[in-house]
């Protein structure tokens, strides 16, 4: 009950911003950071009385649906749900932060679909019926393409439609995926069912697995992003509004892997453990493609939309090496991404709003003007590079290690990613803040202070004490 | 009476109704199209004058008459909206009328 | 009381980076300098209680955890990596080292840089290196240490790239950065092979089961040797990731010299050294430590004959010393390897910080060839730096003669060295004699090329620290450090070939030989005879001056293809491939679409001749 109320409760929490900013103007963003905030204490406050479901997927509600086909309205959380609806709603009140003054016209509408989407994508992370889950993997697309159309920079509807149909296409393969295997359940068990426990006691044979497997893998290797579908986001972060791309990298591309674990992992793993090379060697070639397109680029959130391609590639070698100490890493990686990624947009973003370019050679010599900003790009761009004491170090090297024994060769090519972000992240971090000046722009404004604080204190934290993300994940993953 | 046979009269009908096709869609002026739509209109008649005769019924013949109201009707409201169309453009030319395309 | 202080050890500076950091313009010089001199102060004082008391104690170890920072799951349970600290007789050397000489260099800093601008930033930069550099070597688990690796390579590239309005600061900070990265990840790469194979990163967890569980020469042991072995070349600029030391001068003198001459660059000799359970078990990885150490010695001081700017020529001579410390490593002679680390500290950072001396007299002037007579205008100085040049050249009585002798005496009869390197050795003390003899004939003998006039500097401050470095290079040798329960716990293979005797005295004369030598040939420098003195441009000399031609190997070999592939593909192939669909789609469209132009006699031609197809499919 709790998690519908949350979902719903912030679908309709955006209509009322859009509302009211028909009669009150800024009123929008206030309703949006008042009901995230709402939101997540909420959350935070149901869970602490049911503290079972950070140990096992603890069922939340599961009611009929559409009862022709057995679809059911079923939703349940575990830890890794938990961790990462944590993350969206951190990043959420974040989003609504940097919007704060970047979007000025149809705010209504743009805080709407913002709700929308963190809706979509928490029905995402807890729903076990599969259809629910195909339901909200497409409401959490439609505002987001909204907002990258509507709200974007000056290629934006090129971007939009791009991201639109890339997606669209892989989500088709999973739908013919879940259809094929809740037939398949009929034609063994004698019903229909979506439901993911259920599905979790077939026994499929290989061969089906197989391409049952693959429908799903292409749909979340293609959100993840992995190369070679990997080319929706560079554009769709380019040119998305600031707050678009922190959502988009913080936890959009989250749920692809979470789909990894959830479905492809569990659901198929004799046909995982067989695919398993090919998807390390993907991973491999993720991380080191990335972190060289990242070297190429001079548009500044391009460069960071590659290294997010690169760090994510991390987490999928890390998922199919089958090892708890890997499965960690990649939660840990997951989270610190996430939080790494939304602050190097952010600062894109703020130098932005200031030179009105993302061109990195209209850049130069900031600190000198704005030493505090330049101190943040410093620890985000370290971040990026995995310096250690912030979290990207644990999540990488976590990876690395529980990788190495099943993949040792690739793990060493996935090393040379190290080499790699140093070099695109001191690349990033020296053209625009060191050199000589070219321009003078303002520092951080107290808003902008308190959101690259905030997540540069979680990134110190996790990054110091990861088991705070660790200890339910210890005994649980059975990998 | 010669017996005429009925392939004839169907050549005649063809030839008739080919000629008038090419002369809608290579003339130009739209009155001449009227014209070549009149020609295709009697070849048909002539082709169901032709199989009334060869069936020796008179359906033939109402056809005829049917098709003769029917092309007084369309030739009527075709030169209407011919006239309507010179006012607007300024020609008879058929080309002019192309702006519905994608 | 002890762990605590142990504990608290890197808190200090740490505490007054913050301050500094968030305080930064607020504060005023005597503010910054006296909290961060301040702090420093504490971590030496608090440095030698420590080694006071664990000398005192039954154990000889001291060690404390902090908290628990993540664990990994081994094949038989859990691995854990905690923060906390391991003190013994090896990391107590390198934290007095650390903190004394830091303390010591902060001092003279906190003088040198007062007028610079950004002052409160710098300092928090050296304290954030102290920080970082006591946690690698506290860290009682490689991966802490790790983390206090990245630190300190992350500090220098700040410090390098201080004055970062200037293009070329910039590119020598990220050029450091980069290659000690090379050897990072090389070393990253030996942690996950180490946790394969004995699941564990605690390193004395590691010493016990790799004597345990690997035999000498195993296949395991020499790999995660060798790799350990990449890592500590990129830290400590040994060939070849040696290309970034010389450029690394761009930065302030003081940094120079803390970081660049007596602590981060001997972060590898002592990550070896602490390794050196792992070491013994792959002798042919001593072999290529010894090789490494011994040709890095020889190119370095090669280079160094040529170079035209002072403070190039004492990183030369750093590298060259460094490769003294390889050797002896690779030799077996730990001691005396960590020991060498100690005295060469010493008198390396005097040298750095009396060439700041002359260079701020100067008015910035880096130049050899515009310096000369400086003996009678800066006599104080002078002395000094000839106090640290026979230290370095390693005459009778010094420390640097001490140190350097305990590492030839082991060479000739070592399993893993041998005569050849011995020879090795003793060419490089020559070559160390004629550089140095050369540097002091250009700089203060001879006649004044320079024609500013002399900025003497009034503060007394800044001779404090450079007598105290002075005294410690000279009687360094007498403290004598026991580093028999670290090395002896293992025992190192010792050959029983029979030495000549006449090693000891070839030893003790090469320098001498060398400053004969140089008396002669450099004789023009030394000269005031009025003649006008050049660098040589011959080939030979521009080759040698820069570094034996590396960087440009380096360029060709690495940076430039990989600069050319990323260029080439910067629209992304991957992407092109993809969005031939959207062209093909397009095609389509446009080709269907001049179909649909609008012109009613195409369209009715169009009925023609679908009704002329029907007919002929439904006929056939």
């Known amino acids: 009950m709790m998690l519908t109320i949350i979902i719903f409760g912030l679908l309709l929490c955006g209509g009322f911003a859009w509302f009211m900013e028909g009669i009150k103007q800024h009123s929008a963003r206030w309703i949006a950071l008042g009901s995230f905030i709402a939101f997540a204490l909420f959350f935070a406050f149901s869970l602490i009385n049911n503290p079972q479901s950070f140990n096992e997927l603890q069922l939340f509600v599961r009611i009929p649906w559409i009862s022709i086909f057995n679809i059911e309205y079923a939703l349940a959380l575990d830890h890794l749900s938990i961790t990462l609806i944590i993350l969206t709603f951190f990043l959420a009140i974040i989003c609504v932060l940097v919007s704060w003054q970047e979007i000025q016209d149809k705010c209504g509408f743009y805080y709407f679909n913002l709700l929308a989407s963190i809706a979509g994508i928490i029905g995402v992370f807890c729903a076990v019926d599969l259809f629910l889950f195909f339901f909200f993997w497409e409401v959490m697309l439609l505002p987001m393409t909204a907002i990258i159309a509507i709200w974007g920079h000056e290629n934006r509807h090129f971007a939009a439609i791009k991201f639109f149909i890339f997606t669209q296409v892989s989500s088709l393969l999973m739908l013919v995926a879940i259809i094929a295997t ?187 003007s704005a030493p505090r900003m330049g101190g943040f790009a410093l620890a985000f761009a370290g971040a990026a590079f995995g310096l250690p004491g912030l979290a990207n170090f644990i999540g990488e090297f976590m990876s690395l290690v529980g990788a190495y024994p099943r993949y040792p060769i690739l793990v060493i090519l996935a090393a040379f990613g190290l080499i790699g972000s140093a070099i695109y992240g001191m690349v990033l971090f020296q053209t625009s803040f060191q050199g000589s000046a070219t321009q003078n722009i303002a520092d951080l404004s107290m808003r902008e202070l308190m959101i690259s604080g905030s997540l540069l204190l979680l990134l110190l934290i996790i990054g110091l004490y990861p088991n705070l993300l660790l200890q339910y994940s210890m005994g649980a993953s059975s990998l | 009476m010669t017996h005429i046979p009925l392939e004839h009269v169907l050549f005649l009908s063809c030839i008739l109704f080919s000629i008038g096709f090419v002369g809608v869609i290579s003339r130009k002026n739209t009155l001449f199209m009227l014209m070549s739509l009149e020609v295709m209109l009697n070849a048909v008649g002539v082709a169901f004058i032709g199989a009334g005769s060869a069936w020796r019924q008179a359906d033939g013949q109402v056809m005829f008459i049917l098709i003769l109201t029917l092309a007084a009707a369309e030739v009527a409201v075709g030169l209407a909206l011919f006239i309507r169309m010179q006012r607007r453009y300024r020609s008879l030319d058929i080309d002019e009328l192309n702006e519905m395309r994608g | 009381m002890s762990t605590t202080m142990l504990a608290a050890l890197p808190f200090y500076p740490l505490v007054s980076f913050l301050l500094l950091i968030t305080l930064a313009k607020r504060l005023s010089w005597q503010q910054a300098s006296l909290l961060s001199v301040g702090a420093m102060a504490l971590s030496a004082l608090s440095s030698g209680i420590l080694v006071y008391q664990l000398s005192q104690s039954d154990t000889h170890v001291l060690t404390v955890h902090l908290w628990s920072w993540f664990s990994l799951k081994n094949s038989t349970g859990i691995a854990d990596v905690n923060f906390a600290f391991y003190l013994d007789a090896l990391s107590s050397v390198m934290i007095c080292v650390v903190t004394g000489i830091g303390f010591l260099i902060h001092l003279f800093a906190a003088v040198y840089m007062k007028n610079d601008e950004n002052f409160s930033r710098f300092m928090a930069y050296m304290n954030l290196f102290i920080v970082a550099m006591l946690i690698l070597v506290l860290a009682d688990n490689l991966v802490l240490l790790y983390l206090g690796w990245e630190g300190v390579g992350l500090c220098s590239f700040l410090l390098i790239g201080f004055w970062y309005q200037e293009k070329d600061n910039v590119l020598a900070a990220r050029k450091a950065f980069i290659v000690t990265r090379i050897g990072d990840t090389a070393m990253a790469i030996g942690l996950f092979m180490l946790f394969k194979s004995l699941g564990q990163l605690n390193i004395v967890d590691v010493t016990q089961a790799a004597q345990a569980s690997w035999q000498v020469g195993s296949n395991d042991a020499y790999w995660i040797a060798l790799l350990l072995l990449g890592g500590a070349v990129g830290k400590s600029a040994q060939l070849p990731l040696q290309t970034w030391l010389p450029d690394a001068m761009a930065g302030p003198t003081p940094v120079s010299a803390l970081i660049h001459a007596a602590t981060m660059v001997t972060a590898g000799v002592y990550l070896i050294a602490r390794m050196h359970g792992v070491f013994l078990l792959a002798p042919e990885v001593m072999q290529y430590v010894a090789w490494v150490g011994a040709s890095t010695l020889l190119l370095a001081g090669v280079a160094a004959l040529v170079q035209t700017d002072i403070k190039r ?56 060839f515009k310096m000369g007579g400086l003996l009678k205008k800066l006599p104080v100085e002078s002395t000094l730096f000839i106090i640290g040049l026979i230290c370095l050249m390693a005459l009778p009585g010094t420390s640097g003669f001490f140190s350097k002798e305990a590492i030839i005496a082991q060479l000739w009869s070592s399993p893993t060295a041998g005569q050849s390197l011995w020879w090795c050795a003793i060419l490089g003390a020559l070559l160390t004699s004629i550089y140095s003899c050369r540097l002091f004939f250009l700089a203060f003998l001879g006649g004044q090329r320079f024609d500013t006039k002399l900025h003497i500097e009034k503060s007394k401050l800044l001779r404090i620290s450079l007598i105290a470095l002075a005294i410690l290079s000279l009687l360094g040798g007498l403290i004598s450090l026991d580093l028999q329960a670290v090395f002896t716990a293992i025992p190192t293979p010792v050959s029983t070939v029979n030495e000549p005797h006449w090693l000891h005295t070839v030893a003790i004369i090469t320098p001498f030989i060398g400053i004969a030598f140089s008396w002669f040939y450099f004789a023009r420098y030394r000269v005031n005879d009025g003649a006008e003195i050049k660098a040589s441009q011959s080939k030979l000399s521009q080759f040698l001056r820069s570094g034996l031609g590396f960087d440009t190997l380096y360029q060709w070999l690495l940076i430039k293809p990989y600069c050319f592939i990323a260029q080439f593909n910067r629209r992304d192939i991957v992407d092109q491939v993809i969005m031939l669909n959207a062209w093909y789609v397009r095609l389509w469209h446009d080709t269907l679409s001049t179909s649909q132009n609008g012109s009613l006699r195409w369209y009715a031609a169009a009925f023609g001749l679908a009704i002329v197809c029907l007919v002929g499919v439904v006929t056939l």
Not at chain 1, 237 to 253: E, F, M, R
Not at chain 1, 272 to 286: E, T, Y
Not at chain 1, 317 to 344: E, K, P, R
């Open chain 1, 182 to 368: 809740a037939y398949f359940h009929a034609h063994q068990t004698g019903s229909l069912s979506f439901y993911y426990q259920d599905w979790l006691q077939l026994d499929i044979p290989l061969h089906l697995a197989s391409y049952l497997m693959l429908g799903f893998f292409i749909a979340f290797a293609v959100k993840l992003p992995s190369v070679p579908v990997h080319s929706w986001l560079p554009d769709a972060h380019t040119q998305a509004p600031t707050a678009g791309s922190v959502l988009l990298a913080g936890v959009l591309l989250k749920t692809g892997a979470y789909g990894l674990i959830r479905f492809v992992i569990f659901l198929f793993p004799q046909a995982s453990q067989n695919f398993a090379p090919i998807a390390g060697v993907l991973a491999v070639v993720s991380i080191l493609y990335g972190a060289k397109m990242a070297f190429a680029q001079t548009d500044f959130k391009r460069l960071v939309a590659y290294s997010s391609i690169s760090h994510m590639g991390f987490v999928m070698l890390a998922l199919f090496a089958f090892n708890t100490v890997a499965y960690q890493g990649a939660i840990v990686t997951m989270v610190a991404h996430g939080l790494s990624s939304a602050a190097l947009f952010s600062l894109a973003g703020m130098v932005y709003n200031r030179i009105h370019s993302r061109s990195l050679n209209d850049m130069g010599g900031f600190w000198q």
């Open chain 3, 313 to 368: 020529v004492l990183a030369y001579s750093t590298m060259s010393q460094i490769g003294y410390m390889m050797l002896a490593l690779g030799a077996g002679a730990w001691s005396a390897g960590v020991f060498h680390l100690m005295t060469h500290a010493f008198f390396k950072a005097l040298l750095f910080l009396t060439a700041g001396s002359v260079i701020l007299a100067l008015h910035h002037q880096q130049n050899l």
